[in-house]
């Protein structure tokens, strides 16, 4: 069992920057894939960029490639996504997620956050 507590949300704008951060509980951390998801008002939930669980690998939606960095401190056992040139059509709710299939693009992670608002302005 992963639970998993995102924080760093907030109110931003156009242009700026935001770092999330997800903890997660458990001792095989590093076992696992990490991904971040977004869901905008009246949309469906969609992936946004998924890290390996040594840190190696990182896939990320045609949408924030670029702009969007995830990377992972398995010691802390935390995720961060570094977010910048954030635009008004990122806002949404970012839920962190966790599985042990790296290719969280493809399904659906079993671990999911709570998720943590992100609110770019124009």
């Known amino acids: 069992q992963v639970q998993l507590v995102e924080s760093g949300g907030g109110l931003v704008q156009a242009g700026g920057s935001l770092r999330l951060s997800c903890a997660a509980s458990g001792r095989t951390f590093s076992s696992y894939a990490m991904a971040w998801f977004r869901q905008a008002p009246g949309k469906e939930r969609e992936f946004v960029a998924a890290i390996s669980g040594g840190g190696r690998s990182t896939y990320y939606s045609d949408s924030v490639k670029g702009r969007f960095t995830l990377s992972r401190d398995n010691a802390k056992n935390t995720v961060f996504l570094q977010m910048n040139s954030l635009k008004p059509e990122d806002t949404a709710v970012y839920y962190c997620?966790?599985?042990?299939?790296?290719?969280?693009?493809?399904?659906?992670?079993?671990?999911w956050g709570q998720g943590t608002q992100v609110t770019v302005s124009s």
């Open positions: 997620a966790a599985d042990l299939y790296y290719k969280l693009w493809l399904r659906v992670p079993n671990y």
